[in-house]
């Protein structure tokens, strides 16, 4: 994705319900529907037209049939406007919060999209802001943000990594520490890297944690994060060194809103994979390349990777970084996320 600091500015935007417009020949420009104000709406859209563009698994949950790119969940879909979809209604059809609780929505068409590039590329932003894959096609010849669809395709999709700073960090157990933080070019996130002790000969012990922050901060019981947070840190002291990378990709890639939106879900019953898909997303929308840079960065080719997850081997060797060695993380189920793990071994495909 863009170098120029363009996509930062277009998350920023939508986070704070202002539109986005993507050059593709012709402009798409639209706004999230989650924030989306009435008074923008209104001067956006005066005449209520704009159509909902929602992602193809949240259409594949709210059972619209997408006619033209049918069984494709990756795509999204363009639902039509109809006099009863205002903007309440539309909330509704983007927050499953609902779903269990009314009358399916409807009846709901779906349109031929002139720009699927753009489409996806849209849902790509509303993601990287946290927000629900969502929005309005606005026919507005202006918008806050503009940026070329190239800076959201293609070959410009692979981040980048940007070393910020560095400092000693001493921990508890591990005085030796240092602290990297490192801002990739595509999420404009700060990623952490912690390097602990002196590691050399073998390849260094490495785990990758995604942000928790339920988990890794309350000691949430719902899933295993603290735990192993804790855990790794342990081992790669007690290795006499390694890398412990804080990727924050919250919520497996969704962010703490729609993670939490999840959480609701899963009070009512599905399970973290179905609750993912219910709310529009992949089971897990995360990728490596930030860790494989910053990995390379560190001068680090090679690994001992602590993971149960079979999908983070697969992705670093990828994105070449050999993986010499998988070593099972597994913590002590709880009543609270015996459930969780077993999804995640029996869905997910985690090592037992
Ligand atoms: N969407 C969603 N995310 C969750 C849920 N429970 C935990 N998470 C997130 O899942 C991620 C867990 O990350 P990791 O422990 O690094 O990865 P893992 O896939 O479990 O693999 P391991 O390396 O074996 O631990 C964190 O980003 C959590 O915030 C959930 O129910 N729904
Ligand atoms: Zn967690």
């Given at each position: 994705m863009s170098r120029s600091g363009a996509v930062e500015r277009a998350i920023a935007a939508l986070r704070t319900g202002r539109a986005v417009r993507i050059e593709a020949g012709e402009p798409f420009v639209f706004v999230s529907i989650e924030t989306a104000t009435p008074e923008l709406l209104r001067l956006l859209d005066p005449e209520s037209k704009s159509p909902l563009l929602i992602s193809g698994r949240r259409a594949a949950?709210?059972?619209?049939?997408?006619?033209?790119?049918?069984?494709?969940?990756?795509?999204?879909?363009?639902?039509?406007?109809e006099p009863w979809l205002d903007r309440a209604a539309a909330i509704t059809l983007a927050d499953p919060a609902q779903d269990l609780a009314r009358a399916p929505i409807g009846p709901l068409h779906s349109l031929r999209l002139k720009s699927p590039d753009a489409a996806q590329a849209a849902l790509v932003l509303t993601r990287a802001a946290g927000l629900l894959p969502a929005v309005w096609?606005?026919?507005?010849?202006?918008?806050?943000?503009?940026?070329?669809?190239?800076?959201?395709?293609?070959?410009?999709?692979?981040?980048?990594?940007?070393?910020?700073?560095?400092?000693?960090?001493?921990?508890?157990?591990?005085?030796?520490?240092?602290?990297?933080?490192?801002?990739?070019s595509d999420d404009g996130q700060d990623h952490v890297a912690l390097l602990v002790g002196a590691f050399g000969g073998k390849p260094p012990l490495v785990?990758?944690?995604?942000?928790?922050?339920?988990?890794?901060?309350?000691?949430?019981?719902?899933?295993?994060?603290g735990p192993q947070l804790k855990e790794?840190?342990?081992?790669?002291?007690?290795?006499?060194?390694?890398?412990?990378?804080?990727?924050?990709?919250?919520?497996?890639?969704?962010?703490?809103?729609?993670?939490?939106?999840?959480?609701?879900?899963?009070?009512?019953?599905?399970?973290?994979?179905?609750?993912?898909?219910?709310?529009?997303?992949?089971?897990?929308?995360?990728d490596y390349a930030h860790a494989s840079a910053i990995l390379r960065a560190l001068g680090i080719e090679e690994v001992r990777l602590l993971t149960n997850n079979p999908n983070k081997v697969a992705a670093l060797e990828a994105e070449g970084i050999k993986v010499a060695e998988r070593v099972a993380h597994h913590m002590p189920a709880n009543p609270h996320n015996a459930d969780y793990l077993a999804v995640k071994r029996e869905k997910s495909g985690h090592l037992p």
């Open positions: 949950a709210l059972s619209l049939a997408n006619e033209r790119d049918a069984a494709d969940p990756a795509q999204p879909v363009l639902v039509a406007r096609l606005v026919d507005a010849p202006d918008a806050s943000i503009s940026i070329p669809l190239d800076e959201l395709v293609g070959d410009n999709l692979q981040p980048d990594v940007t070393l910020l700073s560095r400092a000693r960090l001493p921990l508890d157990g591990m005085p030796d520490t240092q602290i990297f933080a490192f801002r990739g785990r990758l944690h995604s942000e928790c922050l339920t988990g890794d901060v309350f000691g949430s019981l719902k899933c295993d994060c790794a840190l342990r081992l790669i002291g007690a290795a006499g060194g390694g890398v412990l990378l804080y990727l924050r990709q919250e919520g497996r890639g969704i962010g703490l809103a729609n993670k939490l939106r999840a959480y609701a879900l899963q009070d009512r019953g599905l399970d973290t994979v179905d609750a993912n898909l219910r709310l529009g997303f992949s089971d897990d929308e995360r």
